[in-house]
């Protein structure tokens, strides 16, 4: 996938560029635009940083409303506290909606972020007034759930990250005090809701894949704990066996979403699989140590048959959505591996499997480097190429510093790096001057 759609808006500026050198015309110009959806004539009008000042600089301004409150907040008659805080909230988002109708809708989700402070302050001020604190995280729920009509109207990312991100807040600390959340996905839905009907958002299809993956993970232990006096945060092992199925099916959905038509889908495809790329390359590194295999392989697998239902059925959805995606054969190799690895760590209690998956971990981390070295050179790819450089270069690092203790083995394993850092430059060298020549 190409990564140049996360720079669709960079490239359109480039574009206003090349019309004013005479490089193309301007109907060629917004033909490039619209292949990636991005507006010719918008793109230097907004922009995410102007977006982001303005939602701070509206933050502060609701900050600077509640310090002034607070601040004088046993000076004030109890009647007029809450008739000012009600008509603050009820007035900041009435000249929202007028905005938002009639003026600049842009505007408009600004005044809408900052009524939603104006509210979420207006439950923290009218609980101190009456006393309501006994159960601390609903106050959170109702702001979050108040911030859910504006992003639904408006359809707006910036109103459902506000939404979402209060949700999460609430999430932690339902789990916290030791109860569960029920109505999170609701939050999730809306967040879905948005990301298909409103803008494109990198930010919110980031955090609502988060917010789904620890949702349902956390659910995931909560059925599986057999012991359990209350709700808390800690996950079993075979949540992580969940955690790269997920994995291996959002990778598959990238790649999906990339052979729609809509330019919206194929942003998000582009993320999506940059990040599925990134997790994977950590999760590697950190498995290329003895130690987490040695855990793994010395864990209680109390569910184990439980968690082969749930991985068949991730498993089942991926090779489903494989056919139409075309990658059947790497989400098959994919997910083999993965039942290979999971039936190992949960059927053997050998300490000496630990060092053997550490190798294979390592061999595998250097041949995705080579990959990623590789796909860089022949795609043009300048994200794969150096995350592969670095890869190679972690592994040699972290190799160093694990398993050579001596300098032999030390200076050994630099030079064979070494040599296949400078054979794959040539190779490059080779294939551009052979491109060069034609």
Not at 60 to 70: K, M, N, P, R, S
Not at 316 to 341: D, K
């Amino acid at each position: 996938m190409r990564l140049i759609r996360l720079l669709k808006h960079d490239l359109a500026r480039e574009a206003r560029e090349w019309v004013a050198d005479g490089v193309i015309s301007e109907a060629q110009a917004r033909l490039i635009c619209a292949r990636y959806a991005v507006d010719y004539h918008g793109a230097p009008q907004r922009a995410l940083g102007y977006n982001l000042l303005v939602g701070l600089g509206y933050l502060f301004v609701g900050l600077a409303v509640i310090t002034l409150l607070g601040a004088n907040w046993e000076e004030i008659p109890r009647a007029l506290r809450m008739i000012g805080v009600i008509a603050i909230t009820i007035g900041t988002q009435v000249l929202a909606l007028r905005v938002y109708l009639t003026r600049d809708p842009r505007a408009g989700e600004g005044l809408f972020l900052l009524g939603n402070i104006f509210f979420g302050a207006a439950i923290i001020l009218i609980a101190q007034i009456y006393h309501l604190g006994e159960h601390m995280p609903d106050g959170v729920f109702w702001w979050a759930l108040g911030c859910v009509p504006f992003a639904l109207i408006t359809r707006s990312p910036w109103l459902a990250i506000q939404a979402n991100a209060l949700a999460l807040i609430w999430f932690l600390l339902q789990v916290n005090l030791g109860f569960y959340p029920v109505l999170f996905p609701l939050f999730l839905l809306v967040s879905l809701y948005v990301l298909i009907w409103g803008r494109t958002s990198i930010i919110l299809l980031l955090m609502t894949i988060l917010s789904g993956g620890l949702w349902l993970e956390y659910s995931l232990a909560e059925l599986w704990r057999s012991q359990a006096q209350r709700f808390d945060l800690n996950l079993l092992p075979e949540n992580l066996a969940v955690a790269v199925g997920l994995l291996i099916f959002l990778y598959v959905f990238a790649h999906w979403l990339a052979r729609r038509l809509s330019p919206t889908a194929r942003d998000y495809a582009a993320v999506i699989s940059v990040w599925c790329l990134r997790f994977a390359l950590i999760a590697m590194l950190i498995f290329s140590f003895e130690q987490p295999w040695k855990q793994l392989i010395e864990a209680d697998w109390h569910h184990r048959y439980a968690m082969w239902v749930v991985v068949a059925v991730i498993g089942g959805a991926t090779l489903m959505l494989a056919v139409p995606a075309r990658r059947l054969l790497a989400s098959a190799i994919q997910l083999l591996t993965l039942v290979a690895v999971l039936f190992l760590v949960s059927h053997s209690d050998s300490a000496a499997l630990a060092v053997y998956l550490q190798v294979a971990t390592n061999f595998a981390l250097i041949g995705s480097g080579i990959w990623l070295i590789l796909r860089g050179i022949y795609a043009g790819i300048s994200h794969y190429f150096f995350l592969g450089v670095v890869s190679i270069l972690l592994v040699a690092l972290l190799r160093y510093f694990d398993l050579m203790g001596d300098y032999v083995g030390a200076a050994l394993i630099f030079i064979l790096f070494a040599g296949l850092l400078i054979g794959v430059a040539k190779y490059w060298r080779y294939r551009q001057g052979r491109e060069g020549s034609r």
